[in-house]
Every structure is written in structure tokens, then in C-alpha cells.
């Protein structure tokens, strides 16, 4: 029997003075609660006392587009692994033969963080010591299966054994939050938040636009006629959605181009848009003019403003067509933040009102214009390394490359995002082992004593994600 | 005596723990046969059994643009170092003064990858153990012409001493390949294959394109008065070379740039430039298009593709006038791909029967797009670093930015594309080094196990470039 | 009491071997003269023998950016730190009271730069060994403003207690000079040199341009009424400074962009400026062809060349309105070389009379551009890493981007590009522990060997600089 590889001082450097500091720093945070600030895992896990999980694959590989992307890669067809399709059509539907024909790609999984977390869950949420392989298959089937059948993997239970302090969940702006009343209402203890994500209102050429304004009045019982009303709305649910605990915002744009509309080109570009005649430079310049007021507003009502760009949605047109959004398509482009947050910045940067936390898929602008930038304004934080970047290798080039310039405390630290709850121990675990290790390698070299390393791992493992996001 | 310095456990990291993980997996594939798939070797090496490589300097410093770029940018003309001129001018005959100014000059290579190279050809395929200097200049000249004037130095002695599997040229379209059929006909078993490069022909503003269409309709003995007839004359090149062995094409461009014209535009394109008329957005456009065009040729006919972009050719345009292409003067400029690929992505990307290979000189891309875009699309795979990151760093930047995203197994192996043949070997044993240090990295921080290191180097060393090559 | 760390061995790596090679090759150069060929040091330090540094807050806090930017990042108010305001108005007058604040926050600077040299010029210029909190904060501000108040702490003494050979300021092309006269008067041997800077008349955007141009014109003695007297007076002032013992010019631009005005245009443009009615488009062309005329220039007078591009200047509109420029609001953006600098290189890139320096605050272009136009142009060499990137990460990126292209010889050696005097053993001294670190580990990696790395200790730590800069 192959064992899943998963050694006590992982992910530390081979150094063993560094190794060795590194391992005590880790020790002083690995227990500590978990901060959960942005991700997206579904409320209603949580609102329902006896959620069903399904099969493994239906909590494994069906909803995680990092694991099948790297199989269909590999020319394994997305509806053989069970991704249901947008018109409904067949797919497989025989779970231990998906299972089978992952666990016998397991090593397309060598050296990637989707490995390293997987192996950590199998391990310590199953107990699942066995590495996967075409032989090891249905045992390991059958072990998660037998796990999701019982008690003690319903959600809540996971919650509170993965010691989560807080959860925020990601919610349109015309979410009734349904799910986090039922939460409250429930009496269990579990905090789990919401925040404000206007991406579908605010980006005028987002799908099915004009239907989601319509949803904005009803819920905000503020009829939509013109931009004005627009704001009001979005105030109005904003202060909602704050009365329902949350403490951020969440912002998507391909670029970070801010641009401040007069009054009368916003009330004249809104109303194309309620007419169905919004221009995709409408659309850019709007997108752009909402991430100001935005900022207005978090400077009015105190919630934290996320800002994460440079993703090209959807890059696989076939794909998309048959299987939909989020199936491992999303590639990012060239980023540039010096320029386009100028706007806003010189409106609002310089006020200590607001929390801007920025997030980018361009390694480049790390070092060139976020650290610079973060090193400066006072309403500026720098999210971390973010998806593609949220592993190893990323979490340390988005060390050394932000932390001489924008100096630790203006980062937020560790951000799991993620939709796959089961694995954000896993994330939050090789976060801490990462971060200890970098922090031993300012040891070791002279460049911060040991004092100042115990003060910097408890800020990067808990303080930090907790006092930016005002938790 | 100072000696090349040459130890044997170089390229590895300094960890006792690494090093010596790093070294057990070297040898496992030290003296695995070189497979050479793409590279810039003249086949007439091997067609004439008797081939005269001439001096030393003929061998090592004449045709190697990376060692006379160096000495030619502190200041040493290009014509002293014997480089022909185009005009026949003159230029330095006396190799034996020109082997003193490099040898004189041995300092400016270290730390580069000439300089590793260079020392290791030097140790290994010559016997040369005295480090290059001034003193020592002559007797280093004389050991490597004693050599050279040997039998054992003929190219195809050379080819079965290096244990080479098989090795492609890059040949024109329109090449006959004379010397690939003679090669075959001589009954020598050596394996030298031919590429299919098309770019002289395919892109409009090609030096001397209208001459090249007409040799292209004259080797393919179809009359090109179209683009119809373009086409059908290219899949019968692209026939004929499959027929003499090819298994790869190979397209160079400036960008990525892809995108496709109606079966009209692109007949009043081509018509343009036959007529002389194309205009620069006529070529731009053309080449996107045409890569679109190989793209399903490839599918169709199974020819692997690869794509080298990112090089502004002949940046020095006097050097350039006086000396001609590929003299160490082609200066990289930003890429993407995100964009521009996504038309023939959007085309092929998910068909399997392709396998198109892509390159950059612009690292930026590596894990901001590249990575992203082979972690996804069943028809991508990334060569490996290219050019001027060829190099202990270089590949090391490439494996820490590529491998996290896009998985090992969507990508080739190394690649030497080289034109000086004798470098060969220190080429392919650098690169082993490399991998096999990076991936005694992962096991010393408990990233993957023995196992699959020991799987993940054969695979670097030898199977990755021989199946994404369908060799 | 808690002591500042500053461990005999820091800045090298952990490996017990590296870190020996290393201590070995510091050991040859740490006592080094310092070659300061470019800097913003004020030559009034020297020109005065009894200047008075005013208090710890006035030489430590108040003209450094890089520490008062870090301080206002985390919400401390620039006033409040006496940073003088543009109109005259109130800022904080009470220095303990801000020395207080910087020192209650010294945490904020682990792992900065700015953090490593405070903690070297506290130590090894002031003997203070207590690190600075709150409760430390007025013990240390006595003992400095002590040692202000000594003879020994006079600018010339430190100018000589810290071993430097020469300096080099940075001049207006109508600067007087008369401090560097007076300094060369005084009988002082300390080598100050002038370097001459004419951005302000060569930018027509530059502000209060016309008044420079007026000021040029009577400094130089020439009647400026077209761009060939603008021209005329240029050349004057250049053989000016270099009778007044410069060695170097230096040219700030946003871009790297360079072109070839004809006569007629370069003097219509001139002439538009002259008449205040220079458009953007202008004064962008202008800037280009400008210096590519220093580069005649400098071919013709033999002074070095340095070129600093990539900074988007007074980022933040308030501060910059309030405070007035260099106060940590500079931020970088992308950059652009293989095509900008392509008209300068084609008229003087392979004339060895020119040295032009470049440097780059983007570091994706140290391996894509500058390093393979610097391996091959015969003018071009490259500056260290700059500014934001002068940092322990920030040098070892730039070594290890552009070392195995450019080699070592194409570039300059370090520079401390500072303007606060009695950080710059501290800046030099982490220059040359990072030096001797990386090629301590091309020693142990066996790619160089003992006797190369000697000599490129030597090379980086004193004579690349010395011979880079002609001095």
C-alpha cells in the first residue's frame, strides 16, 4: 500500500536551523481559529441542520474546477467527471467510475496545490491514508463515503472542528440572505456572514443585466428609473446586508480602471443601459465610475472594499457554452493599477475611512505598483497571493516581492476564497507553514530577531486578516 | 595550471539533504539517449560522412551568435572575431588570434550559460581541462584541432557518442530536404529528422516572399495564382515532409497574434501581396491567420506544432546591414496570449488531435497566462524555457512559475535548439541537472515523495519531449 | 532592554558552506573605499565645514520618504511627522514628540530596507544598540542628537570616517556649482563631484520650464531664441561641469521612448514651447529626441550617460498640492525598452565612446530587454537594482535575472542613489553582503570557481563603479 505523502515539517526549507525556527513559529499558530474573510463556500450548508453532502465526487471533483480543468487538460472529456450540463444533457452519472478515473491521475496533481490540499483533507478530514491510484480507488471511495453518511460530517460539525471563527460567504446585492437568517434564527453559534458583492447591478454588460436592476428595486423597494434611484438602492441594501453582519464588500472588474462621471453622464450612460443601449464603452467607463462611488459609500458606511481584477472570464467558448461559468477557463491578463486607480485614489485614498483591499492575477504589478502603492495610502491594503498564486510557490514570490516595499502591515493575510469548505483547513494549514518558513528565512538571516518573528507569524497566521477586515 | 572547474555535483543546491536526492535522481537519467526535437543542426553534418568542421574557431565562435554577442559588448568588432560579412568584405583569417581574444576574455562568461556549456564541451567532448586564458589559449587550440582532425570527430560518430534518439532539423518549406534523403539512403542508422517551417512563405513581409511562394509553387509543383492554391500547395509540403519524416511543424512570429479571415479576405490579402501590394496590417493579419490555418492542418495530418514568439529580429540594423541574421542582436519584446490565441483556441483548443507547443522570451507570461491556458485546453502544451532562458535560472524560474498551474504533464521536456552541435550533450545534461535538483526540492519539503520524484525526472529527462513529439 | 539585531553573518543565506564562502568574500571587500558615482546628497554638507545637522528628526525622518511614506501608510499624518508644508502653514514642531512616533512604530519596518539601514546607521554611526519602541525612544533621540552636536559628526568627517572616494551629486544644467567650488576652494581633499541634470529645460513640460530655459541662458552666457542656441548653451554647461570635475549626466523620463527629430521639427517644437504653446505630443517627441542629442553629446565629451525612467511622479494630488514632490508618492509603471531605445541604439549603440547607463524601476524587463541589449550593444551598461528594488529580495532578482544574459561586466556595480548622507555605509555594506552571498552561491552550485568569485567581489563591491563612471 502507497501512503499519501504528508510529512510533519512539509513545505518548511531543508535548512534545519530554518527548518527548526520554522517549525516553532508553526506551532504557536497552527491551532489558532480560523479567519475566513472572503470565499464561497453556499450559506445553505450551514442553514440546514442535516445537510447531504452526496457521493465524494459530488463534494470532490464535481464543484472543484481546479481538479477536473487539470484533467481535462489532459483530454479527459468534462462530462465523463459528471459536470452537469447547461441544457441538461447526459453526463456521466456513475460516481465511482468518475472517482476511479481521477484517483488514477492522481499524479497530474504532483507539485500543485490542489495535491497538496487534497492530500492534507484525505487525510486528516477522512483519514484516508492511502494515495490514490487505479487500486486504491473504491477503498477510497468507500472511506469518504462512509464519513459523509455520518453525523459528524454534516457542515456544521465541520465548522466548529475546524475551529472557523468566522465564514463569509459571497452574496449578489439582491440576495434575500435567506440562508444566513436561517442561520441566526437557528441558535447555532457558527458565524457565518455575508458580503456585499454588486458585480451583476454594476457592470452594465454583466449577463442578464436589466433583470438583475429589476430584482435590485423589488428588494430595495425602490423603483429603478434613473441613476439616482440606482444609488439609493444600492445603499439601501448595502446598509441590509450590514444589519445582517457583513463587513465587506466584493468588487470584480477585468481592469482596475476607476474614472469619476459627472452626475449627468452617469444619469445619461444609466439610462442607455435601462434601454438597452448601453455601448461596451459605456459599460468600461461605468464599471469604472461604480468602484468610486463604491469606495464613497464603504467611506459612509464603514465596509471593507475588495477589489479583484484581471480575469478573463470564460476564455473556452465551447465550454461555456455547454457547461456554463467557473469550469477552469477563467485565464487571467496583464494588469496595471499605478494609472487606472488614480481616480479614486485621489478622491479617496488619502482617507483612513477606507479599507481598499486589492487583489491581482499579474505577478508583475506585485513589486511595480500594489507594494509601492500600498506603501503609501493610507485606504490601501494588499490582499494576498490570489488563485493561481494561492499555492507554495506564489505565496513566497508574493512575499518577496510586496513585503520589502509595502511592509507587512499593509497586507491582510491569509484569504482562503473558496467554494470547497472541506478544504479550508488545508489552505489555511499550508498558509501558516508557508508564511513560518519565510519568516525563519528572515531569521536565519539576520533580518529580523526572534521576537519580531513570534509578533509577525501571529499577524499573518490571525491579527492581520482580523483587524483588516474588522472582524 | 588553472583548471576548468567542472565538479560533479554542479547545478545542485548547497542543502546536504537536497544534494543528495538531487544526485541519486541525475543518475538515474545521466545516461538516458537525447531526444532532440526541435534544434537548428544543418542536416549536411550528417549527409557527407567526411564533414570538415574546420578550426576550432569555426566550430565554437563563428557560428555561435551567444559567445561573440559577449566579447562584441565589451567592445571586440564582430569582423576580428572572423564573422563573415555579407559584402565579402574583410574580416579577421587568423583563428588562432581570434581563439587568444576569446580565450582572454574567458571571464565574461561566468555565470552564464555559455560559460556552462562552453566548459563542459570543452571537459567532455574534448579532453580540455585547462581553463581558457591568455596563456593558455594556444594549447587549448591545438588539443581541440588535434581533435577535430580525427575520425572519431565526424558528425555521425559524434551523433552515436552522445547517444542521441533522434534529431530534428528546421527546415524551410521549400527545402527539398536532399540532405535528410541522402542521410537515409547512406544506410547510417542515426535518426535526423526534418521540421516543417513555413514562415518564410507565410508571412507576407518576409524577406524575399515572393520569391520563396514561387520556389514553394515549384517544389510542390502547384502553380500559385491564389490563396486556394497557396494552401493546397503548403499541405503538400507539409505531405511530403511527413513522408521523409517529420513529426513537428514550427512557426515564428512576433506575436501570438491569432484570428480568421473569411476565405475572401484572405484571397484578397494574398492577392495584395502577390501583387506587391500588402500593406503591414495585410502581413499582421495574415500570419494570425495562417497559424489558425497550421493549427488544422495539424489535426488534420497530426504534425505536432510549435510556436516561437516574442523576438524583435535584427535590432541592430547596422550590424545587420553588414553582417546579416542571427548575430547575438534579437532583443525580446512583451507578449500575450490570452487574447490573442483565443481565436484558434476557440477553434482547436479542445480537439485532442492537436498538440500545439508554445514558447516565450517574455517570462511574465509563464504563470500569469501560459500555465493558465495549459492547465486547461487539451491541445497546449508549453515548451520548455527558451533562449536567453535556457539557463540554470532561467529553467528554475519556469519551473517555480509553470508547474504549480499548468501541472507537469502539460509540458514537453527539454528542448535544446541549438545550432552548435557539439554543445549538445551540456546541454541535455544541464537541464537533467536542473530537474533533478528542483525536484529533490519538492521531496525535501515534502511537496511529492520518492516515487513520484523518481517518475517525475524520467519523465523530464526523456518521455515528456518523446510523447508530446509523438516520437 | 531589547537590543537591535544586527548579527555579524546577516544577509547570507543558511547553508553553513554558502554562508562561509560567503563571510569570506565579504571580509575581502567590507573595508573597501565607497564609490558613490550617483546620488542626491546636497553638496552644502561639504562646501560648509561647521554645517549643523539641526535634530534626529531633521536628519533621519524629515527628508527621508522612504520612512515617512511607510509612517503615513499606517494613518500617521505627514504634519504630524514636520514634513514642512508648501504654504508655510502649521506642521508638528516637537521632535521628541515625533521621533516618538517613528520609534513606537519601528515594527512597521521589519523586513524593509529602510529597516535594515536604520538599524546599520544606528548601530555603526551612532553607537546606538537599543531598539527603538516607545519606551526607548527618548534614550536614543539623546544620544543622536549628542553626537550631532560633536565635531566628529560634521559632514566632512563622516565623509572621511566613512572611507568614501568619491561622490557624486546630482546638479540642474544651471546650477552654479558654487558649492562644489567652494568645496574645491576649501582645501578640503574630499573628492565631490557634480553631475549634470537638465531635465528641467529638456522636458517641456517640466515645471516652470521657461523660467530654467531664461536661467540656462544667462548661466551659459547664450541668448536662447531657437532650439540651436538651446542646443549651444546645453554643450556650454556640459563642458562647464565637466571642468568642475563631472564625470556623469543624468536624465529622468516617464518612458524610455527615443526618436530623431529632423532640425526643422526639433526647432518648430522648441519654438512652440518658447511660445508656451508646446502640445503633450511635444513635449513627449521632444524628451526622446533629447536624449538621443545627449548621446551625441556624451560621445563627443566623453561624460557618462545615466538614464532613470519609469516613475509616475506626485501620484497623490493632495500631498503633492500640500507638500510639494519627493514625498513617497512616486509610483512605478510598466516599461518599455526593446523598441524605445532602438533609435538611440541605431545611431550611437555600437560606438564605444558612449556609455549609457540604464535603469529600470519595472523588473520585467531585466531578463526580457535589458539584459540581452546590454549582452550585445557595445554603449549600453546596466545599472543596479533601483530604488524600490535597491532592497536585499531586489538586488538577488537582479542578479539572477540579468547576470546570465548581460554578464557580469555589462553592468555597473552598485550605486546608493541616496540623500540621506549617513545611511550610505549601511547601504553599501548590505550591497556587499548581498554580493558576496550570491556569488558565494555560484561557488557552492560549482559555477564559478573560488579564484572567479575572488575577482567578481572585487568587481561589484569597487570596480565595476570605478570603471563604469570613468573615475
Known amino acids: 500500500m502507497k501512503h499519501i505523502h504528508l510529512p510533519e515539517d512539509r513545505y518548511f526549507g531543508p535548512d534545519p536551523g530554518q527548518k527548526k525556527i520554522a517549525a516553532k513559529l508553526y506551532e504557536r499558530v497552527k491551532d489558532k481559529p480560523l479567519v475566513c474573510p472572503h470565499g464561497h463556500v453556499d450559506p445553505r450548508l450551514f442553514s440546514d441542520p442535516d445537510y447531504d453532502w452526496g457521493t465524494p465526487v459530488d463534494l470532490l471533483i464535481i464543484p472543484d474546477h481546479y481538479v477536473f480543468r487539470m484533467l481535462y487538460s489532459q483530454g479527459v472529456p468534462v462530462e465523463s467527471l459528471g459536470v452537469p450540463r447547461r441544457d441538461g444533457g447526459p453526463v456521466e ?4 467510475k468518475i472517482w476511479r478515473a481521477f484517483a488514477e491521475r492522481f499524479h497530474l496533481f504532483r507539485g500543485t496545490p490542489s495535491g497538496c490540499w487534497l492530500s492534507h483533507e484525505l487525510v486528516t478530514v477522512f483519514g484516508v491514508t492511502e494515495k490514490p491510484s487505479a487500486e486504491s480507488a473504491d477503498r477510497i471511495y468507500d472511506r469518504i463515503a462512509e464519513c459523509l453518511a455520518s453525523p459528524e460530517f454534516r ?23 435567506e440562508h444566513h ?13 455575508p458580503t456585499f458583492r454588486p458585480d451583476a447591478v454594476v457592470n452594465l454588460d454583466a449577463a442578464d443585466w436589466a433583470q438583475s436592476v429589476r430584482l435590485l428595486g423589488e428588494r430595495s423597494g425602490i423603483a429603478i428609473r434613473g441613476y439616482r434611484d440606482f444609488i439609493a438602492a444600492l445603499e439601501n441594501r448595502r446598509a441590509f446586508f450590514k444589519s445582517m453582519g457583513a463587513s ?4 470584480a472588474a477585468v481592469t482596475a480602471h476607476t474614472e469619476i462621471l459627472s452626475e449627468s453622464e452617469a444619469e445619461a450612460i444609466f ?11 459605456d459599460a468600461f467607463r461605468f464599471t469604472g465610475h461604480m468602484l468610486v462611488e463604491n469606495a464613497r459609500m464603504s467611506v459612509e458606511d464603514g465596509l471593507v472594499m475588495q477589489l479583484h481584477t484581471g480575469s478573463f472570464r470564460n476564455h473556452n467558448q465551447d465550454l461555456y457554452a455547454k457547461f456554463g461559468p467557473d469550469k477552469g477557463a477563467d485565464i487571467p491578463v496583464q494588469g496595471e493599477f499605478t494609472r487606472s486607480l488614480r481616480p479614486l485614489l485621489s478622491r479617496f485614498g488619502n482617507d483612513s475611512r477606507l479599507t481598499l483591499v486589492l487583489f491581482t492575477l499579474d505577478e508583475t504589478v506585485y513589486s511595480r505598483e500594489l507594494a509601492p502603492l500600498a506603501g503609501h495610502y493610507p485606504a490601501l491594503k494588499l490582499g494576498p497571493a490570489w488563485w493561481f498564486h494561492d499555492s507554495l510557490n506564489g505565496m513566497m514570490r508574493y512575499r518577496e516581492q510586496v513585503m520589502e516595499t509595502a ?8 484569504i482562503d476564497d473558496t467554494r470547497a469548505f472541506p478544504s479550508i483547513p488545508a489552505r489555511h494549514d499550508l498558509s501558516r507553514r508557508v508564511d513560518a518558513n519565510w519568516i525563519a528565512g528572515l531569521v536565519v538571516r539576520g533580518i529580523v530577531d526572534e521576537e519580531d ?7 499573518t ?3 492581520l486578516a482580523k483587524r483588516a477586515f474588522k472582524m
Open 453 to 459: 518573528a513570534e509578533d509577525m507569524i501571529e499577524e
Open 155 to 177: 457542515p456544521r460539525r465541520l465548522f466548529e472542528r475546524f475551529r472557523i471563527e468566522t465564514l463569509a460567504t459571497t452574496d449578489a446585492a439582491t440576495d434575500t440572505l
Open 181 to 193: 437568517k436561517a442561520i441566526r434564527e437557528s441558535g447555532w453559534k457558527g458565524n457565518v456572514i
Open 407 to 414: 511592509g507587512l502591515y499593509n497586507t491582510t493575510g491569509f
Open 93 to 96: 452519472k456513475d460516481h465511482r
Open 248 to 251: 465587506a464588500t466584493d468588487h
Open 461 to 463: 497566521a490571525y491579527r
Open 271 to 281: 439610462g442607455r443601459a435601462l434601454a438597452g443601449r448601453a455601448t461596451a464603452e
